[in-house]
Antibody, heavy 116, light 107 residues
Framework: EVQLVASGGGFLQPGRSLRLSCTGY????????MTWVRQAPGKGLEWLGF??????????EYAASVKGRFTISRDDSKSIAYLQMSSLKIEDTAVYYC???????WGQGTLVTVSS | EIVLTQSPATLSLSPGERATLSCRAS??????LAWYQQKPGQAPRLLIY???NRAPGIPARFSGSGSGTDFTLTISSLEPEDFAVYYC?????????FGQGTKLEIK
């Protein structure tokens, strides 16, 4: 059974950094690109970024709102995709989801709360 | 960045009725448009990809149509479990973008 498990969320102050993980189970992780999406409380979905497979260079794409602050990477040996977030702002408070590239499977989300 | 505008923001219907949700893109996305359903406290669920292809396991009452800038998600006969928020997403250009969502509520 395909499953994605997002982890690493928490409560932290503005300006701090945090790394989220998305672990894949039940499929060959390295064969799929991965996507990160977030949802602020009571708001809609915001696409954050994408990482291609190693076969396509493992390159990344980002939303303008997070480019330069957020970095997506992957470790296919561990079946994990990462979202490294730096200089966090209060407006980064959201549930962060990972999904398999085409959006067919999603993790359950992990909550990040940024507050002073 | 491509802006997706969904309408209406809220749609109030009864079970058994037909629902028609709209998504308009600020520029052509060809047929690279997907639809998602999201229920409270859950992750989004892929319903439709490439404008009209149902994802595996999605009931036949869900259908998608359109190309270019205008797209429609139709639910032919609403079941109680269909009341949720629906999002469109374009997969034509980077960055990928979502519409703001349509809330389908029970009348």
């Amino acid at each position: 059974e395909v499953q994605l498990v997002a982890s690493g969320g928490g409560f932290l102050q503005p300006g701090r950094s945090l790394r989220l993980s998305c672990t894949g189970y039940g499929f060959t992780f390295g064969d799929y690109p991965m996507t990160w999406v977030r949802q602020a409380p009571g708001k809609g979905l915001e696409w954050l970024g994408f990482i291609r497979t190693k076969a396509y260079g493992g390159t990344t794409e980002y939303a303008a709102s997070v480019k330069g602050r957020f970095t997506i990477s992957r470790d296919d040996s561990k079946s994990i995709a990462y979202l490294q977030m730096s200089s966090l702002k209060i407006e980064d408070t959201a549930v962060y989801y990972c999904s398999r590239g085409s959006g067919d499977y999603w993790g359950q989300g992990t909550l990040v709360t940024v507050s002073s | 960045e491509i802006v997706l505008t969904q309408s209406p923001a809220t749609l109030s219907l009864s079970p058994g009725e037909r629902a028609t949700l709209s998504c308009r893109a600020s520029q052509s996305v060809s047929r690279y448009l997907a639809w998602y359903q999201q229920k409270p406290g859950q992750a989004p669920r892929l319903l439709i990809y490439d404008a009209s292809n149902r994802a595996p396991g999605i009931p036949a009452r869900f259908s998608g149509s359109g190309s270019g800038t205008d797209f429609t998600l139709t639910i032919s006969s609403l079941e109680p479990e269909d009341f949720a928020v629906y999002y469109c997403q374009q997969r034509s250009n980077w960055p990928r973008t979502f519409g703001q969502g349509t809330k389908l509520e029970i009348k």
